[in-house]
């Protein structure tokens, strides 16, 4: 059964920073394109980052660019997005999700869309606040 998880939410002060992992159970990252996104309370869930299967496309909502950062690594198999800055508008729940799809996260430099893909972890709690 193919399984995301998230780890690596917390609380930090606003300008702090926070890396969260993305890993998966029964299958190999290295195969599918993964994106980020974050809900928060009476917010739809939004794309924040997406990687493609090769690595070498990146692309990320506007909010975050230049201060989140996200990369494969391969030999942990793990999906890492290193977030900088935050500020408390960054709050909410972050999932990543998975779609066996080279083209994905290829073809546009839009940041990831709910329905391009397949798999979704459970999501990991962001709280940034003084």
């Known amino acids: 059964q193919l399984q995301l998880k998230e780890s690596g939410g917390g609380m930090v002060q606003p300008g702090g920073s926070l890396s969260l992992s993305c890993t998966a159970s029964?299958?190999?990252?290295?195969?599918?394109?993964i994106g980020w996104f974050r809900q928060t309370p009476g917010k739809v869930r939004e794309g924040v980052s997406c990687?493609?299967?090769?690595?070498?496309?990146?692309n990320y909502a506007d909010d975050v660019k230049g201060r989140f950062r996200v990369s494969r690594d391969y030999v942990r198999n793990t999906i890492d997005l290193q977030m900088n800055s935050l500020k408390p508008e960054d709050t909410g729940v972050y999932y990543c999700?998975?779609?066996?799809?080279?083209?994905?996260?290829?073809?546009?430099?839009?940041?990831?869309?709910?329905?391009?893909?397949?798999?979704w972890g459970q999501g990991t709690q962001v709280s940034v606040s003084s």
């Open positions: 029964g299958f190999t990252l290295g195969e599918y394109a």
């Open positions: 990687i493609s299967v090769t690595g070498l496309s990146t």
């Open positions: 999700a998975a779609v066996r799809r080279r083209a994905t996260c290829v073809s546009t430099s839009a940041p990831p869309v709910i329905g391009e893909y397949d798999y």
